[in-house]
């Protein structure tokens, strides 16, 4: 791929499952215009699902009425992605392991743990009664080289 400037797409969902297909379906098509290895490919569109499922679900309480907004910026060497939720946030610590042996037949709560597992960066920025921010990070520049 020859040198791009940073790019940059925007969109904003209702909070209704239906709607992940589509940004499944956006996540992929950045993915194949960065010409990303297919492992990385499976792991970056997976997060971003999962990210959003989490918005939708747990931030906005599947309410049709709030939004969840994706934001990818991207070069060939690195894809930063935010996903915004309208909710009153939540306790980060408050999230138990679900790799502890109490946790390991739950059915939920691996959500944070596969983003940290799959993406080289996690932060969020948490603003109760306002909204939580998930920015996820990956670093592109040996993608290729490590699914060799």
Same mark, same amino acid.
């Given at each position: 791929?020859?040198?791009?400037?940073t790019? +940059?797409?925007?969109?904003?969902?209702?909070? &209704? !499952?239906?709607?992940? %297909?589509?940004?499944?379906?956006?996540? @992929?098509? #950045?993915?194949?215009?960065?010409?990303? %290895?297919?492992?990385?490919?499976?792991?970056?569109?997976? +997060? &971003?699902?999962?990210?959003?499922?989490?918005? !939708?679900?747990?931030?906005?309480r =599947?309410?049709?009425?709030?939004?969840?907004?994706?934001?990818?910026?991207? %070069?060939?060497?690195?894809?930063?992605?935010? /996903?915004?939720?309208e909710?009153?946030?939540?306790?980060? @610590?408050?999230i138990e +392991?679900? /790799?502890?042996?109490?946790?390991l037949?739950?059915?939920?709560?691996?959500? #944070?743990f596969?983003?940290?597992?799959?993406?080289? @960066?996690?932060?969020?920025? #948490?603003?109760? +009664?306002?909204?939580?921010? &998930?920015? =996820? &990070?990956?670093?592109l520049?040996?993608s290729? @080289?490590?699914?060799?």
């Amino acid at each position: 791929m020859a040198n791009r400037a940073t790019e +940059s797409l925007e969109m904003k969902v209702p909070s &209704v !499952m239906e709607y992940l %297909d589509l940004v499944n379906s956006v996540a @992929e098509e #950045i993915c194949k215009r960065l010409q990303i %290895d297919e492992f990385t490919h499976d792991t970056l569109t997976n +997060s &971003v699902v999962e990210a959003c499922t989490n918005a !939708m679900e747990h931030g906005n309480r =599947l309410d049709a009425k709030k939004s969840v907004l994706l934001r990818f910026v991207y %070069d060939e060497s690195r894809i930063d992605i935010y /996903v915004t939720d309208e909710g009153d946030g939540f306790d980060l @610590e408050a999230i138990e +392991s679900p /790799v502890t042996p109490e946790n390991l037949l739950r059915e939920r709560g691996r959500g #944070i743990f596969i983003l940290k597992s799959f993406m080289d @960066e996690v932060h969020f920025d #948490i603003k109760p +009664s306002v909204g939580t921010t &998930v920015h =996820l &990070v990956k670093n592109l520049g040996q993608s290729a @080289e490590a699914a060799n």
